[in-house]
């Protein structure tokens, strides 16, 4: 059973790994301990199953078991958000269905993508999943999937059980204005982990993002300095974030962030095929990065990391 309102979900919330160990298979001490690092460090709730949580290369049940390790770790303690996105509507509303019976907070979704859908198509895809559940449906509008643009935005809002959107863009004055003909009451939650100052400036709720799991201390002082005001500070924590994303962007992504994990001593698993994984010399020569970034930016911030 959900224990957290909608309106409850803002903040700091990481899109959270999946932990896979070294045969590709779910990890259930990594999750468990992964949850207990990101609810210990201060975030306000979790988005699972994700574009980070690769969801799209595991199975149902591989997707299921996840869900039901972390809701069972977190045990209340902050809000969970998961993602049940899938090109199948009835694969969709499986996993919805499933969230809500372990006890997910709200559910969210990609739009249904790799054919073209037609608008009304998408629109009936979201319609769908959100009458299958009584818990919230938070709309994820995002390029991979496919941009949609505003007028159907409005449209699946006015879908009863749709009460937030997930709005992974740069367009933070389209976000913005969103947000305002919305309301209060809808919630918005900006997905570029490189603008989370800019995101919370135009009028986000929360930030979603996948450098949250690795430097989730960062991204709370950037809330907090937005929180106060403090348009410097916020800046100046913005620009050592970007950095840090931009050098991990250099070798092979999500692959990255499994290493940084390690490097500050929490092993969260591995990435799954067909990402490939950092070697030990890329790995070394991002540990490198981390370190000039530091020392340019006279930053203690990325000390955690064993530089």
Sequence with gaps: MAK?????????????????????????????????????????????????????????????????????????????????????????????????????????????????????????????????????????????????????????????????????????????????ELGEEFMIYSGCDEMAFSGFSFGADGIIGSFYNCIPELYIKIYNAYKNSDVKAGMEYQAVADEFIFAALKYNGLSSIYDLMRMRGLDAGYSIRPFIRNSPQETESLKQELSRIRDEFKTKELDVFGI
């Design 4 to 180: 957290f309102d909608i309106k409850e979900i803002k903040g700091v919330i990481p899109a959270t790994l999946t932990c896979f160990d070294e045969n590709e298979k779910v990890d259930e001490k990594r999750t468990r301990d992964l949850v207990e690092f990101l609810v210990n460090s201060g975030v306000d709730g979790l988005y699972i199953t994700g574009s980070t949580g690769f969801c799209f290369t595991m199975t149902t049940e591989e997707r299921k078991k996840s869900t039901e390790i972390v809701i069972d770790q977190v045990a209340g303690r902050i809000p969970v958000i998961v993602h049940v996105g899938d090109i199948g509507t009835a694969k969709s509303i499986e996993l919805a269905r499933h969230a809500e019976s372990v006890g997910a907070d709200a559910i969210s979704s990609v739009p249904p993508f790799y054919w073209g859908f037609s608008p009304d198509a998408i629109y009936n895809y979201y319609k769908d999943i959100a009458e299958s559940v009584s818990i919230p449906m938070v709309v994820y509008n995002i390029a991979l999937a496919g941009l949609m643009d505003r007028a159907l935005i409005k449209k699946i809002a006015d879908i009863p059980n749709v009460k937030g959107l997930k709005y992974t863009a740069r367009s933070h004055d389209e976000m913005g204005s969103i947000k305002r």
